[in-house]
Each structure stands twice: as structure tokens, then as C-alpha cells.
């Protein structure tokens, strides 16, 4: 990976890998002996969904969303999900949450499909700039409001591949 302009580490692969290890934990002991759908919304959360589903030792079926909320404009379903979920225990895996606008629109979605119950994970929050009520119920860590890359993150499409995670300033 080239490291470019602008970006300064922030958090590491390892410190990725733990959090990760512990949201599992938190997350296998409130759904013992229940069966979840993950749902993970493109492209952002890929790298945290592979990381968190395989570490999750439950029954799961696994679903992706695309939502895609461009600046300004409202929320839009590009690719909606495609599992039944009426009665199932869905969490939606978020890898970053900012103005909680793409969270809220996708919620009243999933919450439409009758869902048992609603959960939210999200790797990293940023609750300085959130414009619409929103709480996760699970959250790695919570970060000031800089923009970051990397873990499935990205600017303009650049640093989704990257294993670690930078603050980045253009
Ligand atoms: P929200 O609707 O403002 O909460 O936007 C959430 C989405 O914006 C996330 O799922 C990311 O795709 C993107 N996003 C928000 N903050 C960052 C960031 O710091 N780096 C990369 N993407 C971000
Ligand atoms: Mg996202």
C-alpha cells in the first residue's frame, strides 16, 4: 500500500482486530441461541462485515444494502435487501456512523419488513456532527469528527483496501 498526502495513522490493524473481537463478544452474548441477519450496508462496512461475521459463533444469515446518500440530496436504495426478514433478529453493520442520515433513512426501511428487533453495530461513531437522533447499540470506539480511510473506508473511492485506518486531510 502507498501511503499518500494527507494521511496520518490512526488506528492499527491490531487495534481494529481487537475491537472487532470484542463487539463479537458483546454481540454472541445478547443473542444466545438466537439466529441473526447481518446486514451490511456497500461498500463501506465489507471489510468489518467479513470480520465481524466470522467472528460471531451464531446461526447468521448474511444480507447487503446499498444506500446512497450524496450530499445535499436524499437518501436512495440502490440495491435493496433480498432476505425475509419479518420476525428475525437483524443487525445492521455499520463501519462508520457521521450525521446519522444514511443510518436513520436505512432503519425506517429495514424497521418496514417487521423485523423481531433492530440492532446497530458500528465500528467507529462520530457523534459530533449528527444531525438526526441516533444511537447505536454497539460502537467500537468513538472518534472526533476527522474524516478517515481505510478498513473498507474511502475518499473519493481511494483507501478502501488499506488494513489500517488514517486520518486523512486532502
Ligand atoms: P452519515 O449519513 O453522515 O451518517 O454517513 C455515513 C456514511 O458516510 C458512512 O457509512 C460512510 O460511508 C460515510 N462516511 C462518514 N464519515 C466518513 C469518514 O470519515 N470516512 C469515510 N467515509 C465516511
Ligand atoms: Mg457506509
Redesign the pocket.
Known sequence: MQMREGMIPSISRKEIDEMVAGLAREIERDFEGKELVMIC?LK??VLFMADLSRKIKLPQVIDFVYVT?PKGESCRIVKDISVDIQGKHVLII??????????SFLKARINASYPATLKIVTLLD?PALRELPLNPDYVGRTIED????GYG???EEIGRNYGDIYNFTQ
Open positions: 450496508p463501506g462496512s446518500s455499520e463501519e462508520i456512523i457521521d450525521a446519522g442520515r444514511t443510518l462520530k476527522r474524516f478517515v480511510i473506508m474511502d475518499s
